[in-house]
Nanobody, 122 residues
Framework: QVQVVESGGGLVQAGGSLRLSCATS????????MGWFRQAPGKEREPVAT???????YYVNSVKGRFTISRDNAKNTVYLQMNSLNPEDTAVYYC????????????????WGQGTQVTVSS
């Protein structure tokens, strides 16, 4: 089972950039699709991007062209490069195994990390 620790969030002005990191443990990382998810205040958690074990990537429409998901299997780490940030991107960002592209894990999934806060000011 993959355990995760997210980092890299912060406060940034609109138009700025951040790079999130997700350090994982577990022997199955290289064969596990991973996703980034976010939860804005008062809203449900939603998928943002997915990367498969083979490196294929998927993005929700609202972040296409601005966000890039990548992985380094040697470091057991997943990244999310976020450019051209806008206030609507403000949320707590989480990473987790991706059971299906751009889908939340099952409701029974209980291994969420603490997340990392991203705040974009206008």
């Amino acid at each position: 089972q993959v355990q995760v620790v997210e980092s890299g969030g912060g406060l940034v002005q609109a138009g700025g950039s951040l790079r999130l990191s997700c350090a994982t443990s577990g022997r199955t990382f290289s064969s596990t699709a991973m996703g980034w998810f976010r939860q804005a205040p008062g809203k449900e958690r939603e998928p943002v991007a997915t990367i498969t074990s083979g490196g294929s990537t998927y993005y929700v429409n609202s972040v296409k062209g601005r966000f890039t998901i990548s992985r380094d299997n040697a470091k057991n780490t997943v990244y999310l490069q976020m450019n051209s940030l806008n206030p609507e991107d403000t949320a707590v960002y989480y990473c987790a195994p991706a059971f299906l592209p751009l889908r939340l894990p099952p409701r029974t999934f209980a291994s969420w990390g603490q997340g990392t806060q991203v705040t974009v000011s206008s």
